[in-house]
């Protein structure tokens, strides 16, 4: 079936370095994306989005990068704080929202 | 409006018994989901509403699972004859109109099945 996935479960960044998170989705009709942040015991916590018509955004210390012909997605974190480490889901939707496994960030100081 | 509320935020149950969830979203959202997460997984969607129809429900919910949004504000998830597997964390979100908007999630509610 169409999913979203992502190239690596787990990522260790020193403090004050760029992150760089990656997510392979495979419904083309997906026109919509959306990065979310969740830490432990909390909901999904919105970051970014980017609209098919796109291919970056920036937002404060993120953007995301959407490369429609590959079908890939990435969020890339300036300056990575200990704030930062948490899970990070990309989600895709033509009609209703899909994540993948996310990738755990862990910042180290 | 303090965002979306789940209520109760921790549900420990018996096998076998019925429990019901709530989801009250934002004030004026049209569409409400329900997800459910497991341990290193990702949000598992289950469920969708547009106002108070029920737009799509995952082949992943037997019909032990039920949902409603009766006047198409608060929601209601019922999982009837718990089963240990239903252990999870039961999410819902909100979104102001179709699926081309950011939604915002809840804190969860937290089911353990003993």
């Known amino acids: 079936g169409e999913s979203v996935g992502l190239h690596l479960p787990t990522l260790s960044v020193q403090e004050g370095d760029n992150s760089i998170i990656n997510c392979a989705y495979s419904n083309s009709a997906s026109d919509y994306f959306i990065w979310y942040k969740q830490e432990s015991g909390k909901g999904p916590q919105f970051i970014i989005d980017i609209r098919s018509n796109m291919d970056k955004r920036q937002g404060q210390r993120v953007t995301v990068l959407l490369n429609k012909t590959v079908k890939h997605l990435s969020l890339q974190i300036a300056a990575t704080q200990p704030g930062d480490s948490a899970v990070y889901f990309c989600?895709?939707?033509?009609?209703?929202?899909?994540f993948g496994a996310g990738t755990r960030l862990a910042v180290h100081p | 409006d303090t965002g979306v509320s789940q209520d109760p935020r921790h549900k420990i149950t018996k096998r076998g018994q019925n429990v019901t969830f709530r989801c009250d979203p934002i004030?004026?959202?049209?569409?409400l989901y329900w997800y459910r997460q497991t341990l290193g997984q990702g949000p598992e969607f289950l469920t969708y509403?547009?106002?108070?129809?029920?737009?799509?429900k995952s082949r992943l919910l037997s019909d032990r699972f039920s949902a409603e949004r009766p006047k198409g504000s608060f929601s209601t998830l019922e999982i009837q004859r718990t089963e240990q597997g239903d252990s999870a964390m039961y999410l819902c979100a909100s979104s102001p109109r179709t699926g081309d908007t950011e939604a915002f999630f809840g804190q969860g509610t937290r089911l353990t099945v003993v």
């Open positions: 509403f547009q106002n108070e129809a029920q737009l799509e």
């Open positions: 004030s004026e959202h049209n569409r």
């Open positions: 989600a895709e939707t033509p009609d209703k929202l899909i």
